[in-house]
């Protein structure tokens, strides 16, 4: 495929080689011509000087025939721009890159469909997801967030005997916007359907809003896990935005910052979590605020080696699990010699994010939903004239092993039933087993 990646910075180059190592013909843009030359001597790409933001620039790099887009200059206000111009010369996908989290705030304005841009990726939000699965198991398995947010799926073990269990599922009587997706017993995982009963010890996946997910939590006597204390030492982005996910009564939160006016906003906008101005890299500031107390501490500073220093330190005062934000790939073979539970990084994340959108036909983004499991979850567009338009959900003749988990219409989504219709221009994201995916997207493409 043909992919254009505007900026050589560190994002944009390591995300240029992932491309050429996957054999994707590449072009990379970049304002500064010494990263330009460096790159052209370093990888097998088309190179460019000249401005990501400048049409005739955007011209020269052929972005118009281009299959995707990727805009990750350091500047967010260049990568919407030059994002939504590649996407008027008729690239096929384009994706922006944006730090400041008011670009993906719809409460405020919705950048992203009005520039027309089909993602806007933050590698801060990424990290902290990343991060926020690992820290919610063992109570979520998994945790993804769907349809902008809208819609969640979250994923739980069956340990306690309910009055559910053993009833075909379509005799349970979930509330309307909730669905049962997938089924994991044993080792087997399957999209879950009307006559399936479920058993004790069985993995399931809820799709639906938060409180919907939590009023079924009760059919199934899921208990939420014990109250657990969760450091993070920095708070800048990612640290911040980590806190947010873990804002509720599950998790104590306590966030270490050096930065006092970074301090005073964490403080400002984070109601249950306690602010503590302090240098984490201090043995002593971390013995002071009994750090070996804690379920789980999580270094995102921002400066590799001191996450790793201040994990070790966590780890040596009592520090159940550690976790940290690593950036430099060299240091991946030591992470778990040192007794960090898991490493994020921010590369990596986004990586798999930039592989998931190299797609054809209407399917906008691919993933799995377990990592060896044989279900992904696509993101599909539903274009003119789609078969898959032409009856109500439950007459359309979708393969058996696939369920619509939302769609996305304008600025609404929604977990859809049996008796919603499909229209032309709406999103949806799908569950499917890869051996029906073929047939699948044949439902949504245009004859």
Same mark, same amino acid.
């Given at each position: 495929?043909?992919?254009?990646?505007?900026?050589?910075?560190?994002?944009?180059?390591?995300?240029? %080689?992932?491309?050429?190592?996957?054999?994707? %013909?590449?072009?990379?843009?970049?304002?500064?011509?010494?990263?330009?030359?460096?790159?052209?001597?370093?990888?097998?790409?088309?190179?460019?000087?000249?401005?990501?933001?400048?049409?005739?620039?955007? @011209?020269?790099?052929?972005?118009?025939?281009?299959?995707?887009?990727?805009?990750?200059?350091?500047?967010?206000?260049?990568?919407?721009?030059?994002?939504?111009?590649?996407?008027?010369?008729?690239?096929?996908?384009?994706?922006?890159?944006?730090?400041?989290?008011? @670009?993906?705030?719809?409460? &405020?304005?919705?950048?992203?469909?009005?520039?027309?841009?089909?993602?806007?990726?933050?590698?801060?939000? #990424?990290?902290?997801?990343?991060?926020?699965?690992?820290?919610?198991?063992?109570?979520?398995?998994?945790?993804?967030?769907?349809?902008?947010? $809208?819609?969640?799926?979250?994923? @739980?073990?069956?340990?306690?005997?309910?009055?559910?269990?053993?009833?075909?599922?379509?005799?349970?009587?979930?509330?309307?916007?909730?669905?049962?997706?997938? !089924?994991?017993?044993?080792?087997?995982?399957?999209?879950?359907?009307?006559?399936?009963?479920?058993?004790?010890?069985?993995?399931?996946?809820?799709?639906?809003?938060?409180?919907? !997910?939590? $009023?079924?939590?009760? *059919?199934?006597?899921?208990?939420?896990?014990?109250?657990?204390?969760? !450091?993070?030492?920095?708070?800048?982005? &990612?640290?911040?935005?980590?806190?947010?996910?873990?804002?509720?009564?599950?998790?104590?939160?306590?966030?270490?910052?050096?930065?006092?006016?970074?301090?005073?906003?964490?403080?400002?906008?984070?109601? +249950?979590?306690?602010?503590?101005?302090?240098?984490? =890299?201090?043995?002593?500031?971390?013995?002071?605020?009994?750090?070996?107390?804690?379920?789980? @501490?999580?270094?995102? &500073?921002?400066?590799?080696?001191?996450?790793? *220093?201040?994990?070790?330190?966590?780890? $040596?005062?009592?520090?159940?699990?550690? #976790?940290?934000?690593? +950036?430099?790939?060299?240091?991946?073979?030591?992470?778990?010699?040192?007794?960090?539970?898991?490493?994020?990084?921010? =590369?990596?994340? !986004?990586?798999?994010?930039?592989?998931?959108?190299?797609?054809?036909?209407?399917?906008?983004?691919? #993933?799995?939903?377990?990592?060896?499991?044989?279900?992904?979850?696509?993101?599909?567009?539903?274009?003119?004239?789609?078969?898959?338009?032409?009856?109500?959900?439950?007459?359309?003749?979708?393969?058996?092993?696939?369920?619509?988990?939302?769609?996305?219409?304008?600025?609404?989504?929604?977990?859809?039933?049996?008796?919603?219709?499909?229209?032309?221009?709406?999103?949806?994201?799908?569950?499917?087993?890869?051996?029906?995916?073929?047939?699948?997207?044949?439902?949504?493409?245009?004859?």
């Amino acid at each position: 495929m043909r992919v254009v990646v505007l900026g050589a910075g560190t994002v944009g180059s390591s995300i240029a %080689e992932l491309l050429c190592n996957h054999r994707h %013909e590449v072009t990379v843009v970049d304002r500064d011509p010494d990263c330009v030359r460096r790159i052209r001597e370093e990888l097998d790409v088309r190179a460019l000087s000249g401005s990501a933001s400048q049409s005739s620039v955007l @011209f020269q790099a052929e972005v118009g025939t281009a299959d995707l887009c990727l805009a990750v200059t350091g500047v967010d206000e260049v990568n919407i721009v030059s994002a939504s111009l590649c996407k008027a010369m008729g690239a096929r996908r384009t994706l922006a890159r944006v730090y400041s989290p008011v @670009f993906r705030d719809l409460s &405020t304005f919705d950048y992203q469909r009005h520039f027309r841009i089909d993602r806007l990726l933050s590698l801060e939000h #990424l990290s902290a997801l990343a991060l926020a699965r690992t820290i919610r198991y063992p109570g979520t398995l998994l945790v993804e967030d769907f349809a902008r947010g $809208e819609v969640q799926m979250q994923a @739980f073990a069956l340990s306690e005997p309910s009055p559910a269990l053993g009833v075909p599922l379509r005799n349970l009587k979930l509330p309307k916007g909730v669905r049962i997706g997938s !089924i994991h017993r044993g080792n087997q995982l399957w999209i879950a359907g009307a006559e399936d009963q479920l058993q004790l010890a069985d993995h399931i996946t809820l799709i639906g809003a938060l409180e919907q !997910i939590d $009023e079924v939590k009760q *059919m199934f006597s899921i208990q939420p896990p014990p109250k657990q204390r969760v !450091i993070i030492a920095g708070g800048g982005e &990612t640290g911040y935005q980590l806190a947010q996910l873990l804002q509720s009564r599950r998790f104590s939160l306590v966030i270490l910052e050096w930065d006092k006016a970074r301090c005073e906003f964490l403080s400002a906008h984070l109601q +249950n979590a306690d602010v503590i101005h302090t240098d984490i =890299r201090r043995r002593q500031t971390l013995e002071e605020e009994q750090i070996g107390k804690a379920e789980v @501490f999580v270094a995102c &500073t921002g400066d590799d080696e001191n996450n790793i *220093m201040a994990c070790v330190e966590a780890r $040596e005062l009592g520090v159940k699990k550690c #976790l940290a934000v690593i +950036n430099r790939p060299d240091y991946a073979n030591v992470i778990g010699k040192l007794g960090i539970a898991q490493a994020v990084s921010p =590369r990596e994340v !986004i990586a798999r994010h930039v592989l998931a959108f190299l797609n054809t036909g209407p399917v906008v983004s691919r #993933l799995p939903l377990t990592p060896e499991g044989p279900i992904d979850v696509l993101e599909i567009e539903v274009l003119d004239a789609a078969p898959v338009t032409k009856h109500v959900l439950a007459q359309t003749g979708l393969p058996a092993q696939c369920l619509v988990a939302a769609v996305v219409r304008e600025n609404f989504a929604w977990v859809p039933g049996a008796d919603d219709r499909l229209q032309p221009g709406d999103t949806v994201v799908v569950l499917a087993d890869r051996a029906v995916e073929e047939e699948l997207i044949q439902m949504f493409s245009s004859p």
